[in-house]
Nanobody, 114 residues
Framework: QVQLVESGGGLVQAGGSLRLSCEASGSLLSINAMAWFRQAPGKQREFIAYISSGGSTDYADAVKGRFTISRDNAKNTINLQMNSLKPEDTAVYYC????????WGQGTQVTVSS
């Protein structure tokens, strides 16, 4: 079974930055289109960023221009650089394939204070 472990979350003031990482065991992430998702309390999990196996990217409108998704194939990780954070970005952040084919990890909590 593939295990996904997200890390890098924390508490930050509005306008600050965080860098999230997703590490996997049991799968080579480079062969998959990968994505970041987030879920705020009482809300549905939503897609926020995508990177294809070839390196092309796409973002939800809410994070375009502020977040950057990247791969480090040597480390088998997917990263998310988050800049200009807003309180509305507060959520638990998860990684998975673009089609959500792996089981969900624990996620990492991001809290942005106003």
């Amino acid at each position: 079974q593939v295990q996904l472990v997200e890390s890098g979350g924390g508490l930050v003031q509005a306008g600050g930055s965080l860098r999230l990482s997703c590490e996997a065991s049991g799968s080579l992430l480079s062969i998959n289109a990968m994505a970041w998702f987030r879920q705020a309390p009482g809300k549905q999990r939503e897609f926020i960023a995508y990177i294809s196996s070839g390196g092309s990217t796409d973002y939800a409108d809410a994070v375009k221009g502020r977040f950057t998704i990247s791969r480090d194939n040597a480390k088998n990780t997917i990263n998310l650089q988050m800049n200009s954070l807003k309180p509305e970005d507060t959520a638990v952040y998860y990684c998975n394939t673009r089609l959500r084919t792996y089981g969900w990890g624990q996620g990492t909590q991001v809290t942005v204070s106003s």
